[in-house]
Each structure stands twice: as structure tokens, then as C-alpha cells.
């Protein structure tokens, strides 16, 4: 399995931007695809989560700013981001799990200047 995210950029606080990412290979019956970020001297944290049948899970730190979506047709997941904070400013990673496995991408950049 391959994940490739993209999307990520400079913006500008109170911003927005939408990272994609895209599964492909050995696709089936997906758990759960998620989103991580990782910023330098921080711990990576688990941002939002949408599992198989729909249930959608956030980190509170992006409660009412950040929307995960997916795409079943395209293995696909997105993230729109609002209201982007300088504390936002990341590697953002997207996530699989599925049938035991869990697979990794690698990460995009996000940026927010203030």
C-alpha cells in the first residue's frame, strides 16, 4: 500500500488550505484513514480520524476549524483546514489502517505564518 499526500504550502494565519491524499496497491477493506502532524521538537499527534462507516474523530486543538473527508471510489482522504493558526505549522501525514496493517506516507509541509 502507497500513500501520497499533497497540498501542503505557506499561508497566512486565519488561512486555509486542503490536503489530499491518495491509497493505492492493496486496498481493502480500510479501517480507518487519518491524519498526523509532526512539528520540530513536538510529538506527532493524530489530528482526525474517519472510519470505515463514517465516524469522524478530531483532535481538539482543530474542533471546528479542520474537516476530514473521504473519497471511497479513489481511496482518497482530505483535510480542509481553516482558520489556520501559526501553531498548525507542521509535516502533516496521512494514515491507513486496515486488516491488522497500518501504513504510513510520506508527509507534506504545512507552514502558517503570522
Known amino acids: 500500500v502507497q500513500l501520497q499526500a499533497s497540498g501542503g504550502g505557506l499561508v497566512q494565519a486565519g488561512g486555509s488550505l486542503r490536503l489530499s491524499c491518495a491509497a493505492s496497491g492493496s486496498i481493502f477493506n480500510i479501517n480507518s484513514m487519518n491524519w498526523y502532524r509532526q512539528a520540530p521538537g513536538k510529538q506527532r499527534e493524530l489530528v482526525a480520524s474517519i472510519f470505515a462507516y463514517g465516524n469522524i474523530r478530531y483532535a481538539d486543538s482543530v474542533k471546528g476549524r479542520f474537516t476530514i473527508s473521504r473519497d471511497n471510489a479513489k481511496n482518497a482522504v482530505y483535510l480542509q483546514m481553516s482558520s489556520l493558526k501559526p501553531d498548525d505549522t507542521a509535516v502533516y501525514l496521512c494514515?491507513?489502517?486496515?486488516?491488522?496493517?497500518?501504513?504510513w506516507g510520506k508527509g507534506t509541509q504545512v507552514t502558517v505564518s503570522s
Open positions: 494514515n491507513l489502517f486496515q486488516r491488522g496493517m497500518e501504513y
